[in-house]
């Protein structure tokens, strides 16, 4: 008798590699905002999405949620929003409203405009590819 092995045939994802860029809006440099490189890839999870934070000249350098360095080498649509208030700034307290409120006031080149803080309304989509590594996105009000 031969026994038969078969090999498992389950898709793996694209690989992850180095991603950084520049975001500005309206030709200025977007400082802290959170980028998400979000790959259009059928069956697998949140895990694979990339993120990162802008310094104040608007770089950032994306990580997955898995925590790879970089984002998947395929199609990717991209949100660019605020990041979420601190831990001191979150609560009823009037202590931790003052603080929301001077996270919020000390954000600069604001407001992001809501279609790219919507993965179905963002018209940014970037193909990653293991060739590049720099993305500059430029956003407009």
């Known amino acids: 008798m031969t026994a ?3 090999s498992g045939c389950s898709k793996s994802p694209p690989p992850a590699v180095p991603v950084e860029g ?13 980028v998400q490189f979000v790959p ?6 949140a895990e694979y999405i990339a993120i990162g ?3 104040e000249q608007g770089h950032f350098t994306l990580t997955c949620a898995n925590g790879q360095e970089g984002a998947c080498a395929c199609e990717n649509k991209v949100t660019v929003t605020d990041p979420p208030t601190p831990e001191s700034g979150r609560g009823m307290s009037g202590q931790a409203q ?5 996270f919020k006031a000390a954000l600069k080149n604001r407001p992001i405009p809501e279609r790219y803080g919507n993965l179905a309304q963002t ?5 990653v ?3 590049r590594k720099d993305y500059k996105l430029e956003l407009s009000r």
Do not use: H, Y
């Open 4 to 6: 038969l092995v078969l």
């Open 22 to 34: 520049v975001v500005t809006l309206n030709g200025k440099p977007l400082p802290n905002a959170e």
């Open 40 to 45: 259009m890839i059928k069956g697998f999870g």
């Open 53 to 55: 934070t802008t310094d």
């Open 98 to 102: 003052m603080a929301a409120a001077r």
């Open 123 to 127: 018209p940014l989509s970037i193909t």
């Open 129 to 131: 590819t293991a060739d």
